[in-house]
């Protein structure tokens, strides 16, 4: 009875310490930020390992993250990188499964929106891999074309030229990959 007491005591105590560094970030739609994740198993040995946790994301989508790295004995350390999705609060948080006590952390992400230039910028680069083959995350591309018609009904009179030149070399590439897909399908 006297050792459940106690436990139930002190397993505040027992919780895995986890902390990113830097615990805030901010950045525009778009840019990329790393955060190194820390773990300290507080209760030896543990059962469940550092891999018992999930990571979930908010307005950011993950670019990398590394293997867990042993610093010592219960300590581990993580690199994560993150990309800006969207304008607003963004989160990453790892929370940690523990049958003796469960542990949370989060970063939060400050974004802010860019510059038209750079979302088109952003678009034509995403739509220049897309036609040479290239992996791309057809979300971001998406998120960025939106952004860019979002952003249009700001400009102002003077600017809406270029911006049209821009958005029709944009549906050329759009259409130069149609065009690339329906002779892929038809086997020419």
């Known amino acids: 009875m006297r050792q459940k007491f106690l436990l139930f005591i002190f397993s505040p105590l027992f919780a895995t310490i986890i902390t990113f560094s830097p615990p805030k970030g901010k950045g525009s739609v778009g840019s990329l930020i790393t955060f190194r994740l820390e773990a300290r198993l507080e209760h030896l040995p543990c059962l469940l390992g550092i891999e018992n946790h999930t990571l ?9 993250l590394s293997a867990w790295e ?46 038209l230039d750079d979302a088109y910028q952003e678009a034509r680069r995403l739509l220049s891999e897309l036609v040479i083959g290239k992996e791309v995350n057809l979300s971001y591309l998406k998120i960025t074309l939106a952004e860019i018609i979002q ?11 270029s911006f049209l030149e821009k958005a029709k070399s944009i549906v050329e590439a759009i259409n130069k990959i149609s065009n690339l897909a329906q002779e892929a399908i038809e086997g020419n």
């Open 56 to 64: 979930a994301y908010e307005k950011v989508g993950p670019v990398s």
């Open 70 to 115: 042993s610093l010592g004995p219960g300590r581990y350390r993580r690199i994560i990188t993150v990309r800006l999705l969207e304008k607003g609060k963004g989160k990453i948080k790892l929370t940690y499964a523990c049958p003796v006590k469960s542990s949370a952390e989060e970063a939060e992400i400050e974004i802010t929106e860019r510059s």
């Open 151 to 161: 952003q249009s009904a700001k400009i102002k009179e003077r600017e809406k030229k």
